[in-house]
């Protein structure tokens, strides 16, 4: 494990596994997964809902999340995230990755100038 007292240990197959002081905290998660499958993803959506900030029963969080180009409709029926224009820069990988986010970002919005 780690020695920052602040590290939290997470296993995505087990969502539900979450400390108690981390529900419902964060006004913003961040998710660059180390795999790409729906089945990946629904897990990850299932933590998410569990740590973002809600109104009600609503997420009212910003979420910011990489995934390839092909999970654009799973990115927007999980997170209602879509594709941003910056791309991330990853030159060696078979797929390419693409920025999602559910809220306006004047950043995500530029093209990164490493592609263009």
């Not at 990850?44 to 092909?70: D, P, Q």
Request: net charge negative; aromatic share 14%; hydrophobic share 40%.
């Amino acid at each position: 494990m780690s020695y920052d007292p602040n590290f939290v240990y997470f296993d995505f197959n087990r969502p539900d596994v979450i400390p108690s002081n981390l529900l419902g905290v964060f006004d913003m998660v961040v998710i660059d997964p180390p795999f790409i499958g729906a089945d990946v993803w629904e897990e990850y959506a299932i933590t998410v809902n569990h740590l973002i900030r809600k109104k009600g029963s609503i997420g009212i969080g910003n979420i910011l999340a990489t995934t390839i180009a092909e999970n654009e409709e799973l990115m927007f029926r999980l997170f209602q995230a879509k594709p941003t224009t910056f791309k991330p820069s990853i030159p060696n990988l078979v797929y390419q990755y693409r920025a999602y986010c559910n809220f306006p970002s004047k950043m995500l919005s530029a093209i990164n100038t490493e592609l263009s």
